[in-house]
Each structure stands twice: as structure tokens, then as C-alpha cells.
């Protein structure tokens, strides 16, 4: 509580949302999505552009382009994947097939050491260290967060392309 008001300010962290597309414009699709997430003024960084191939789902997809957007963020977990959700929503993205092509994905991957385990949420993500697509640029702009191991020992072609 400060002494002034008796409020207790609420907590900032460093939290990490993942985005990916490989369907229509994905240059576009990633570039909208970022922008969406700066309107809340919490964007610190976003990591350069990985193009990288899919990693799981239907065989004939295209390769994605990937990011990764550092935010100082107050919200929750469960308010983040809001805003995630509000981003496919805004990409038009459509659900037919587990891990199949997408206008953009958007995942909570990090909220600070939050550790939240319900049905429609998992944070940290439960497959983020086994995605090289995810590792590659999460280690752009944490690397403290990321073991040289786990990055080796992730699947999937990634390289990067340049930034957004």
C-alpha cells in the first residue's frame, strides 16, 4: 500500500506474447497484430522475424513467420490471452484443424514467474520448449531466459529474415 492513497499499485511484469502466420499477407498479419498490442502502451521490444517451418499439424502447409513481443504489462495472465484472442479475432482467424494454417496466432507464452495451469490456460505455454519457432526469438530478447540446451534441443527450421 502506498502511504498516500492505502492502495496497493499493481504489480508490472515482464510478460511475452508469441505470434505466427502462414496464411495470406503474414508480413501484414504480424505487423497488425504487433501494432494492436502497442495500442496499450506495455510493448518494450519485439524481436526480429523468423521465418520457420511448421512444426506439427497438416503436412502441406506453408512456413510460418514468426515474433516475439516483450511487454511491462499489469494485466493477468487470463487478460493477456484476452488480448491474444481479440488479435486472431481482428486476423479473421479461423479454427479447423489442431495446429493447421493460420492468418495469425497469438500465445501467452510468459507472465513474469506466474505459473497458471486451467483448461484454456497454460503459462508458462506448455510447448514452449520444445518450439524452436517460439525459443529462437524469446533468446533475441531474453536470453538470460533461455538455456543454450533448450534452444539446441527444440524442433523445427527456423531462420531469421530480418524485422518487422
Known amino acids: 500500500m502506498t502511504a498516500d492513497s492505502g492502495v496497493t499499485p499493481p504489480t508490472v511484469r515482464r510478460a511475452f506474447i508469441g505470434l505466427g502466420s502462414n496464411l ?3 508480413l501484414a498479419a504480424l505487423r497488425q497484430g504487433v501494432a494492436q498490442l502497442e495500442a496499450d502502451g ?3 521490444a519485439v524481436s526480429p522475424l523468423y521465418e520457420t517451418e511448421p512444426v506439427g499439424g497438416p503436412e502441406d502447409q506453408g512456413a510460418f513467420l514468426n515474433v516475439v513481443v516483450e511487454l511491462h504489462t499489469t494485466d493477468s495472465p487470463r487478460q493477456l490471452l484476452a488480448r ?3 488479435l486472431e479475432e481482428a486476423a479473421h482467424r479461423v479454427r479447423t484443424v489442431r495446429f493447421g494454417p ?3 496466432d497469438a ?3 510468459l507472465v513474469g514467474d506466474l505459473v497458471v495451469d486451467e483448461p484454456d490456460l497454460v503459462v508458462p505455454h506448455p510447448r514452449l520448449w520444445e518450439r524452436r519457432f517460439v525459443l ?3 533468446a533475441d530478447l531474453a536470453p538470460e531466459l533461455v538455456p543454450a540446451h533448450r534452444l539446441i534441443g527444440a524442433g523445427g527450421k527456423v531462420v531469421r529474415t530480418g524485422r518487422l
Do not use: E, F, K, M
Open 24 to 26: 495470406g499477407d503474414r
Open 42 to 44: 506495455d510493448v518494450t
Open 84 to 86: 491474444c484472442q481479440a
Open 102 to 104: 493460420r492468418t495469425l
Open 107 to 109: 500465445d501467452v507464452l
Open 136 to 138: 529462437a526469438p524469446l
